[in-house]
């Protein structure tokens, strides 16, 4: 016996497939949930440049196969000039870009950061460069009636990151520029969404400070996805034109709770991170006793 076919469903998607012969460029994609996206758009038909100061993107690149549809480019996708230049190379390669993902990011400083330097190098990453990418895309997309722009913010863009303000305030950057991206540009056919997954296992989730208050906060409120899972999640909602892509369902409800009373969300983020402070300081005083 064959199984029933859905049409209803086969007709929806096949009507509304954004990603299906697409060119794309994927930022931070040499490994982690850039990788990830890039795997799932080649798998969906898309062809890909996939973009990355570290070389290993050429290897990753070729993991993908498919030479004809998949590039890679290595360079600094925050910069003005490494942006062009990126751009630059998708239109060679591919005869254009219709869909740019925005997904390289840095950690940057704990705390408050010590200095502007600090500072600057996690804006660029983090907020300047989808500023600068959409500058350079957006006049381009107009012109066709069509485009899309997904940035990968995280859940700490809609709540905060315990322990870091700057990765706190520059994904909250990522999420308002992506919102008024959509709303500004939606009769022009440009679409924008945002990624906001809480724990991904990459060498970013590693990199926040093992046994930190950081990275406690992270894995200790929710599952630690795999980026495979996040692209798959992020792919479908991008192929639905979702705005808001929440791989761990449960940041919903944390964001409701927080818009429905703020006071109270503080509060209790501030007794959450005493106590993760706390775990901190005992776990480092038996580290520091078995090493004496
Ligand atoms: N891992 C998590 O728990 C998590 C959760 C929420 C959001 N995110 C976000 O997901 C995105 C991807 O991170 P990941 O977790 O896959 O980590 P990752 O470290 O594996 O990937 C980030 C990639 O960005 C690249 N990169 C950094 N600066 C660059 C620059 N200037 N030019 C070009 N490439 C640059 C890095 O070389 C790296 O390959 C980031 O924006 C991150 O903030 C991650």
């Known amino acids: 016996m064959t199984a029933p076919v859905n049409n209803a469903t086969a007709s929806v998607d096949s009507a509304k497939n954004p990603v299906a012969d697409k ?42 196969g498919s030479p004809a549809a998949v590039h890679a480019w290595v360079g600094d996708v925050s910069s003005v000039d490494g942006i062009a230049e990126l751009i630059a190379f998708a239109d060679d390669r591919l005869g254009g870009v219709d869909m740019y993902f925005a997904n390289a990011g840095i950690i940057g400083p704990t705390g408050l950061g010590d200095s502007d330097g600090d500072w600057d190098a ?37 709540l905060t990151q315990i ?61 630690v996805l795999t980026p495979a899972a996040v692209a798959n999640v992020a792919l479908d909602a991008v192929e639905a034109e979702q705005f808001l892509i929440l791989p761990h369902p449960e940041v919903l409800d944390m964001y409701r709770m927080k818009g429905s009373d703020y006071d109270r969300w503080l509060k209790g983020m501030s007794r959450y991170q005493n106590r993760l402070n706390e775990a901190n300081r005992l776990n480092e005083e038996t580290t520091h006793a078995g090493n004496d």
Do not use: C
């Not at 924008?192 to 992270?218: C, E, K, N, W, Y």
């Open 122 to 158: 996690i804006i660029d990453v983090n907020m300047r460069a989808h500023i600068r990418a959409a500058q350079a895309l957006v006049p381009r997309w107009q012109e066709a009636g069509a485009g899309y722009f997904v940035a990968t913010a995280s859940a700490a863009g809609l």
């Open 23 to 64: 060119r794309v460029i994927v930022t931070g994609a040499a490994g982690g949930i850039g990788a990830a996206l890039a795997t799932e758009l080649t798998a969906r038909g898309a062809r890909v440049v996939l973009a990355d100061l570290s070389p290993a993107v050429t290897d990753t690149a070729v993991g993908l």
């Open 163 to 223: 322990g870091s303000a700057a990765y706190s305030v520059t994904k909250h950057a990522s999420v308002g520029f992506a919102e008024w991206l959509s709303l500004t540009y939606r009769d022009d056919g440009i679409r924008a969404s945002v990624i906001a997954p809480m724990g991904v296992d990459t060498d970013l989730l590693r990199a926040s400070g093992a046994d930190g208050p950081a990275q406690a906060a992270v894995t200790e409120a929710g599952t």
